[in-house]
């Protein structure tokens, strides 16, 4: 278990990270060509680093309304228009690959 990569391309599949707020997180291989594919500057990673925040005005997670999952990332302006979505299995907040727009 290690910190969080602040880029898409040093992510493995399946490993256990620790954000700078402390939570676990991983992410399926799936996830991980999405985000190589629409988060070039890494904002939905820093939002996953900072953790979850209010839902108005703030990068960060915040809850889903996606049936079956916990979280979601937001990024505002450039690449503010997909959400990267997640839920937690034991303790793990697990990115599956599942993404949608805003």
Same mark, same amino acid.
């Given at each position: 278990?290690?910190?969080?990569?602040?880029?898409w391309t040093d992510i493995q599949a399946d490993i256990v990270y620790i954000s700078a707020n402390g939570l676990l997180v991983s992410f399926s291989s799936e996830q991980i060509k999405l985000g190589i594919k629409y988060d070039l500057n890494s904002k939905h990673l820093k939002a996953i680093h900072k953790g979850q925040?209010?839902?108005? /005005?703030?990068?960060?997670?915040? =809850?889903?309304?996606?049936e079956g999952f916990d979280l979601k990332s937001k990024v505002l302006g450039?690449? /503010?228009?997909?959400?990267?979505? =997640?839920?937690f299995i034991d303790g793990v907040l697990h990115f599956p690959g599942w993404v949608t727009e805003h």
């Open positions: 278990m290690g910190d969080l990569p602040n880029n925040v209010s839902a108005r /005005g703030n990068v960060g997670l915040v =809850a889903s309304q996606e450039k690449g /503010g228009d997909k959400r990267f979505h =997640a839920k």
